[in-house]
């Protein structure tokens, strides 16, 4: 069943008056935004031994990542290292479930890494995530996909949309160096699913998608190789059906983000622009578009020389590839890496990145709305960083998607922690700049959680 957008529109609405009406909240004075007490979504142990391919003995949660549905709620998955599956759960607007967790990889013979969430319709949502399976060559990996027709309450069996033996999920910098979790997914407004992927080797691939999920297209390369492999890939589809695709470059300590446009559905792209900055390295690629249509990236910077990193934000004229000059997010001398992007239903820019230490240690995260012009002020989410003192996930890479923004000026960031030897953690914490607008000053009671059980 399709709803008319006005309806949608009216639900979307109220979905802020039910968060503004359910849970206190906290303004964030840096920033104007107010966050509402965090959710906890799954706890686990705290033990990672040592890597002995499927048959390691982890027993932790990790890989959380998180979307609006057109329905108003939110769609949650996540990894339990200890069964080798993704989990996924909706909740309400006010944090409660909707329904019980849900498995979709159902194998737990291999892990399961790294999900991503993309939703097509009040009922239609669809996760790709990547399978640890070996097939024969040097490093194991399969991108998986599952989609439920009638809201999360039954997944479909997997598809095995690469079964290939190059690593499927792996995104190279050098030879001893990678991050799982190169992958992307993203639905079109003719309802297309498209997904794009590398592996070790250094190939990018893309499929898509006509007939809701049910079939995709054979991989179809579209860059990378052994000596210039891509990772990081990311996309993004306007109103008009033009597919976006970015992606970062390793093996050279001095490369560029590429992004490239297809009006044909992902058949051909035109030649990529470059866009990074000299004597630095670019990565971790972000695309997501407005409401006048408009192309926005952030990435992150890595100099050569000993300076912190830095998240960088560009913007491209609607249906173009024609970018304005950079803008740095990130303040002098607080590092930051590996940024999330979204825009929420007012067409307005939100960006995340993982806040580190000196050591690279990320250890919570960085919020900052990015306005049409004027000052950029990033400030820290509040319990963002775990108070147990573990690292942020995800613990095999960081190249996840861990931010959603949805109807006025709401969006919802989603962490995950490993302390060893005390346990592990994904967690949501839902933020709004429209009650930090009209409140006008700090509302008390913000300090507490909510348990999804």
């Known amino acids: 069943m399709r709803f008319p957008a006005r309806f949608l529109a009216r639900v979307l609405v109220g979905l802020s008056l039910l968060l503004t009406a359910c849970w206190p909240v906290r303004s964030a004075p840096g920033n104007g935004m107010a966050w509402l007490p965090v959710v906890d979504i799954a706890g686990g142990g705290g033990h990672k031994g040592p890597w002995q391919q499927n048959e390691s003995a982890y027993d932790y949660v990790d890989d959380g990542t998180v979307a609006f549905t057109p329905g108003g709620l939110l769609a949650v998955a996540w990894v339990d290292q200890r069964a080798k599956d993704v989990r996924f759960r909706l909740l309400g607007p006010d944090g409660s479930p909707q329904g019980p967790v849900r498995d979709v990889s159902r194998s737990p013979a291999t892990f399961s890494w790294h999900p991503r969430l993309a939703t097509s319709g009040p009922d239609r949502l669809y996760v790709l995530w990547q399978e640890i399976i070996f097939s024969g060559g040097s490093h194991g990996g399969d991108i998986l996909f599952a989609r439920s027709l009638d809201g999360g309450k039954r997944f479909s069996r997997p598809l095995n ?17 990678w991050s799982n979790g190169s992958l992307d997914l993203v639905t079109s407004p003719n309802g297309d699913i498209y997904a794009a992927w590398t592996e070790y080797d250094g190939a990018l691939w893309l499929v898509r998608s006509r007939d809701d999920g049910q079939s995709f297209s054979r991989p179809r390369q579209v860059a990378g190789d052994t000596q210039r492999p891509a990772r990081g890939p990311a996309l993004a589809v306007d109103r008009q059906g033009r597919l976006y695709l970015a992606w970062a470059v390793g093996e050279e300590s001095d490369a560029d983000i590429h992004v490239a446009v297809s009006g044909d559905g992902g058949a051909s792209f035109g030649d990529p622009v470059r866009i990074g900055s000299p004597g630095a390295r670019a990565d971790a690629p972000r695309l997501a578009l407005d409401g006048a249509g408009r192309l926005h990236l952030v990435f992150a910077d890595y100099p050569q020389s000993r300076g912190a990193p830095a998240i960088r934000h560009v913007r491209a004229d609607s249906g173009t590839l024609r970018f304005g000059p950079p803008r740095t997010l990130s303040e002098a001398g607080q590092p930051g890496s590996y940024p999330h992007l979204a825009t929420d239903g007012q067409g307005k820019v939100h960006v995340a990145w993982e806040a580190v230490d000196a050591g690279d240690r990320p250890h919570g995260l960085v919020h900052a709305p990015v306005p049409e012009n004027g000052e950029i002020r990033p400030a820290p989410v509040p ?44 967690w949501l914490m839902p933020g709004t700049a429209r009650v930090a607008r009209e409140a006008g000053q700090a509302v008390s009671g913000g300090e507490g959680t909510r348990q999804a059980r």
């Open 383 to 426: 319990h963002s960083a775990d108070p147990a003192g573990g690292r942020n996930g995800s613990q095999q890479g960081l190249l996840g998607k861990k931010l959603a923004a949805g109807p006025d000026g709401l969006i919802v960031l989603v962490n995950s922690s490993l302390a060893p030897g005390k346990g592990s953690r994904v």
């Open 161 to 177: 949309l690469s079964a290939s033996i190059g690593g499927d999920g792996k995104g190279r910098l050098d030879r001893d160096t």
